[in-house]
T-cell receptor, first 110, second 116 residues
Framework: ELKVEQNPLFLSMQEGKNYTIYCNYSTTSDRLYWYRQDPGKSLESLFV?????AVKQEGRLMASLDTKARLSTLHITAAVHDLSATYFC??????????FGDGTTLTVKP | EAGVAQSPRYKIIEKRQSVAFWCNPISGHATLYWYQQILGQGPKLLIQFQNNGVVDDSQLPKDRFSAERLKGVDSTLKIQPAKLEDSAVYLC??????????????FGPGTRLTVT
């Protein structure tokens, strides 16, 4: 059974600081997704990572995938309040069948 | 382009009652997913359709949950009878096509179910 672990589960950081969220998974996969969820809202796709070494960047967020280590990271650069949300990684082992981590709730304080 | 539509947005029922949720995916998306998201957890896949056929329903509690996707477009998810532990947000998502290598999923707003 595929297990997806995120850490930390809760993260409080100051505006302007950098930090990294980690997503580890237990079974070989070369397809990983990052989503954002605001309180009471649905999930918004942030990044789709399809191969070993894949790196995607959008604004202050950068995601990478190391399939050999079964690890993805979501790096936050110079955090701003608008990035406060819960971030989920999801690993796909078969044709869209995704297993999600439990999420990292990020709070950015002024 | 219209997104994934779901209704109702909120539902409160008593245990042992039945409930149904509706989802209309993005036009042209062949694959449709139903997820259950319990508070504080990530979404859990319940069932995946490709057009009107079931691709995966291994985590669907079939003794009480059922789902259908007639004509390969919109879908309904039913719970009968509901239990307290079914209280959750039910999310519907769709992706372009099974052979789209990304399988990028687009989520609807969800239905928040409270079972009392």
């Amino acid at each position: 059974e595929l297990k997806v672990e995120q850490n930390p589960l809760f993260l409080s950081m100051q505006e302007g600081k950098n930090y990294t969220i980690y997503c580890n998974y237990s079974t070989t996969s070369d397809r990983l997704y990052w989503y954002r969820q605001d309180p009471g809202k649905s999930l918004e796709s942030l990044f789709v990572l399809l191969s070993n070494g894949a790196v995607k960047q959008e604004g202050r967020l950068m995601a990478s995938l190391d399939t050999k280590a079964r690890l993805s990271t979501l790096h936050i650069t110079a955090a701003v309040h608008d990035l406060s949300a819960t971030y989920f990684c999801a690993v796909d082992i078969l044709a869209g069948k995704s297993t999600f981590g439990d999420g990292t709730t990020l709070t950015v304080k002024p | 382009e219209a997104g994934v539509a779901q209704s109702p947005r909120y539902k409160i029922i008593e245990k042992r009652q039945s409930v149904a949720f509706w989802c209309n995916p993005i036009s042209g998306h062949a694959t449709l997913y139903w997820y259950q998201q319990i508070l504080g957890q990530g979404p859990k896949l319940l069932i995946q359709f490709q057009n009107n056929g079931v691709v995966d329903d291994s985590q669907l509690p079939k003794d009480r949950f059922s789902a259908e996707r007639l004509k390969g477009v919109d879908s309904t998810l039913k719970i009968q009878p509901a239990k307290l532990e079914d209280s959750a947000v039910y999310l519907c998502a769709s992706s372009l096509d099974r052979w789209d290598a990304t399988y990028e999923q687009y989520f609807g707003p969800g239905t928040r179910l409270t079972v009392t």
